[in-house]
């Protein structure tokens, strides 16, 4: 249950982003916020999430294990419903460098890139989400990003510390496997870095390679202009919020940060775990997340179920 300071310091920021003009620097912070739409959601098929949805979300929800036990194949239910994957790397402490690996994936003939999630009881990781400034987007390692690109720095130092390993790992199995697809995932913070994995990869792997990626529970990872790019250049993206999830809603918009478009709204979830999914037209839909009210936002919403019984966080790995 989240404290009484917290839930008054997001009623805080809900005031200020109702009442924030268009952006402006204050102390080096963006203030203003984007444009937000009201298209009619429509619904998911059931067979569109078992198809299109389960696969990464199994992945996101192993990467909560340790590298050890998914490397091995040996994290239990979450490692036997993906156990034909070859993991080509691992590694993270699950504080300052969440978990992560990269993952041959035969079933689909894809790469994969699974980064582990904010993990409450690590301090370090903890502290990734808080670093709430914007920074201009690193050009070293996103070479194709247009000026005036910022993203959270929280977010992009963490996404630094496993960015070359990730790069060479992921060229290196394209190059072996012959494979032409690569798929970024993650859930919360592992959301946040997935993303800008996906921006990497897509900006340095040969326009051959489709990317794609799939991202649960995940907040606002960069500017206007980050959010155009990623509609831009990976207009598959997808990401799904889970009822009244908090966390697709911080940093606030006020604060000049912006969803991309993509967004799969689950609206309810079923004893049995099974979600009700809407695609959500446009950025920033008042009709999905981004019309949630704080005061009613539940941080269970945010670990699952999702759908298909699909929870995440340290709890659903029993090893």
């Not at 194949?73 to 590694?91: E, F, Q, R």
């Not at 051959?208 to 960069?222: A, I, K, M, N, Q």
């Amino acid at each position: 249950m989240r404290s009484v300071s917290s839930t008054l310091s997001l009623l805080l920021l809900v005031c200020l982003a109702r009442a924030a003009p268009a952006p402006i620097p204050l102390f080096g912070i963006n203030l203003g916020s984007g444009p937000t739409t009201d298209g009619t959601p429509t619904p998911v098929s059931q067979s569109v999430v078992n198809s299109q949805l389960q696969r990464p979300a199994f992945f996101s929800r192993a990467v909560y294990c340790s590298p050890a036990s998914v490397s091995s194949l040996s994290c239990g239910a979450p490692c036997d419903v993906i156990n034909t994957m070859k993991v080509l790397a691992s590694g993270g402490d699950g504080g300052e460098t969440p978990q992560f690996f990269v993952s041959q994936d035969p079933d689909t003939q894809t790469i994969v890139v699974a980064h582990q999630g904010t993990d409450p009881e690590k301090i370090l990781s903890i502290a990734n989400d808080v670093e709430i400034a914007q920074v201009d987007i690193d050009n070293a390692r996103f070479p194709s990003s247009a000026a005036g690109v910022k993203v959270h720095d929280g977010f992009q130092q963490t996404q630094n510390r496993t960015s070359t390993q990730v790069l060479s790992t992921v060229q290196s199995a394209l190059s072996s496997t012959g494979f032409k697809r690569v798929l970024t995932t993650g859930h919360s913070l592992g959301a946040a870095v997935a993303t800008l994995d996906a921006v990497m990869l897509r900006q340095q792997l040969s326009s051959d390679v489709e990317v794609d990626s799939v991202v649960f529970g995940l907040p606002r990872v960069g500017n206007q202009a980050f959010a155009d790019m990623v509609d831009a250049i990976i207009p598959s993206f997808t990401h799904v919020t889970n009822q009244n999830d908090p966390v697709p809603v911080v940093p606030p918009r006020f604060l000049a940060y912006q969803h991309p478009q993509g967004e799969v709204h689950i609206t309810q979830v079923s004893s049995a775990g099974d979600g009700t999914l809407e695609a959500c037209p446009g950025q920033e839909n008042d009709q999905c997340s981004e019309g949630n009210d704080l005061i009613d936002s539940s941080v269970s919403d945010h670990l699952g179920p999702y759908f298909n019984d699909i929870s995440f966080g340290g709890s659903a790995c029993p090893a």
